[in-house]
Antibody
Framework: EVQLVESGGVVVQPGESLRLSCEAS?????????????MHWVRQVPGKGLEWVSL????????YYVDSVKGRFTISRDNSKNSLYLQMNSLKTEDSGLYFC????????????WGQGTMVTVSS | DIQMTQSPSSLSASVGDRVTITCRAS??????LNWYQQKPGKAPKLLIY???YLQSGVPSRFSGSGSGTDFTLTISSLQPEDSATYYC?????????FGGGTKVEIK
């Protein structure tokens, strides 16, 4: 069974930077590997709804962002390490929230496996 | 950006009731519509993908329908464990977007 584990969430001040990581495991049972799948970041302010943040293609060549983070966040992946990253620069208070990484199901673009999330708090 | 509007924002229903949640896209998204269930303190769980396909392991009382701009999630016979918040998501184009959520409570 595929599992995703996020890390890196901490309390930071506005303007600071942070890198989130997401490590994937359990791919080998079905013959597929981490680099077969696009990966996403989704965030959620506690008590509020889900907000899609970013997407990276299986090979890392294509990336997409929600407008509010463009130019400040960078999604990347290291397929040799089964890992996904989110570099977050110039953080704002409104970036606070629980950040989930999620695997996209090949063929239908739904998010079929999610991590438990890592909490980012941006506060002065 | 494509806006996703869910209704109602909350509902309360009894065990055994049929429950319907709607999701409307601001433009056509074909069938690129997914439904998720989220319980407090947990990650979202995929229920329905491509508007009407049941994710493996999800009870058959859940179903989805629609295409274009209007979609529905139906729970045919509400169970106590279905108490949760439900979200629709369009994966037609980036930035992908979620609906605001529908909180389902058991009377």
């Amino acid at each position: 069974e595929v599992q995703l584990v996020e890390s890196g969430g901490v309390v930071v001040q506005p303007g600071e930077s942070l890198r989130l990581s997401c490590e994937a495991s359990g791919f080998t049972f079905d013959g597929f590997t981490f680099d077969d799948y696009p990966m996403h970041w989704v965030r959620q302010v506690p008590g509020k709804g889900l907000e899609w943040v970013s997407l990276i293609s299986w090979d890392g060549d294509s990336t997409y962002y929600v407008d509010s983070v463009k130019g400040r966040f960078t999604i990347s992946r290291d397929n040799s390490k089964n890992s996904l990253y989110l570099q977050m620069n110039s953080l704002k208070t409104e970036d606070s929230g629980l950040y989930f990484c999620a695997k996209e199901n090949s063929g239908n673009s739904a998010l079929d496996v999610w991590g438990q999330g890592t909490m980012v708090t941006v506060s002065s | 950006d494509i806006q996703m509007t869910q209704s109602p924002s909350s509902l309360s229903a009894s065990v055994g009731d049929r429950v319907t949640i709607t999701c409307r896209a601001s433009q056509s998204i074909s069938s690129y519509l997914n439904w998720y269930q989220q319980k407090p303190g947990k990650a979202p769980k995929l229920l329905i993908y491509a508007a009407s396909y049941l994710q493996s392991g999800v009870p058959s009382r859940f179903s989805g329908s629609g295409s274009g701009t209007d979609f529905t999630l139906t729970i045919s016979s509400l169970q106590p464990e279905d108490s949760a918040t439900y979200y629709c998501q369009q994966s037609y184009s980036s930035p992908q977007t979620f609906g605001g959520g529908t909180k389902v409570e058991i009377k």
